[in-house]
């Protein structure tokens, strides 16, 4: 809790570096979670060029490359739809800058008839119990689940921490994926398949996204927290990163008037605008964890 209260705290305060002197360097690098990208930080990489002239280089990876690699100085920053975890020495000291809020989603084949699944099918399904359509008002097929590997993906860590509030639970892993990218293209193919991802990059693809208890993940069910899979998503880097002052700049942009409405544009809710959605996040994992199940 005093995590999430903190970094609510921090990013009131205009970044400390926003009015130093102007660094030596007119480019940076950045790395991570696909999602992120697509989410924000192409946009705004573009529209911060073309207002300051620093190029932006971004390339893909995942949110735990964009956690380690920034803190390794391997790039300068790092995108990320999870938190960092503290007793890992490769992420514990990174800085992560929250700049908007983005949705987890059940996606689905295009012409699956299915337009809706509760959070309690949800849980039945990673937990290996639903595997025919039929238990989900859908048609008698057997059902494929895709998922991310490992338990440290963006996607899948959130996952586990929203719906389980245990970060060692076990997912069935029939059909695994090393990227959210690869994953996506793969349900586009299969009319059985069905799988997790940020609506940031569901939104991208020629799939459907299904309501969850019944609420569309738009824009304004994300921002009052009615849609209960939101999360935010940061930009990471070093505190001894060599470039420090350029990225609190680039921060410093993502986080003002401008920078939020090239974020509201791309159907993502800047961070400061659902600051409410903290402690409604405590609240849901405080009930996750007493019932196993939001109620």
């Known amino acids: 809790m005093r995590r999430l209260v903190f970094l609510a705290l ?117 937990e290996g119990e639903i595997t025919n359509w039929q238990q989900l008002g859908g048609r008698n097929a057997p059902l494929d689940l895709y998922v991310r590997q490992g338990k440290i993906s963006g996607v899948g860590r959130t996952l586990r921490q929203l719906v389980f509030a245990n970060y060692d639970q076990e997912f069935p892993l029939d059909n695994a994926f090393k990227s959210t990218g690869p994953l996506e293209k793969a349900l586009e193919a299969n009319p059985n398949a069905i799988a997790v991802t940020g609506i940031s990059s569901a939104r991208k693809r020629d799939v459907k996204i299904l309501r969850l208890d019944g609420k569309e993940p738009n824009y304004a069910n994300i921002k009052s927290g009615d849609y209960l899979l939101y999360r935010p998503l940061y930009i990471a880097y070093s505190p001894d990163a060599p470039k420090k002052v350029e990225i609190s700049k680039f921060v410093y942009f993502a986080q003002s008037r401008e920078g939020k409405e090239i974020i509201r544009a791309n159907g993502v809710v800047p961070y400061s605008e659902a600051l409410i959605l903290i402690m409604k996040q405590l609240e849901q994992e405080r009930l996750a964890r007493d019932a196993g199940l939001y109620q």
């Open 10 to 126: 921090a990013f009131v305060v205009p970044a400390v570096f926003a009015q130093a002197e102007e660094p030596s360097g007119t480019s940076l690098t950045w790395a991570g979670c696909g999602i992120t990208k697509k989410a924000f930080m192409a946009s705004l990489a573009e529209a911060y060029e073309k207002k300051t002239g620093v190029h932006i280089e971004t390339q893909g990876g995942g949110a735990t490359k964009g956690i380690r690699a920034s803190l390794a100085q391997d790039v300068d920053m790092g995108g990320t739809c999870r938190l960092k975890i503290e007793d890992d020495q490769a992420e514990s000291n990174a800085y992560l800058e929250p700049i908007a809020w983005d949705a987890l989603v059940v996606i689905v084949h295009k012409d699956n008839p299915v337009d809706n699944i509760t959070l309690a099918q949800l849980k039945q399904l990673y």
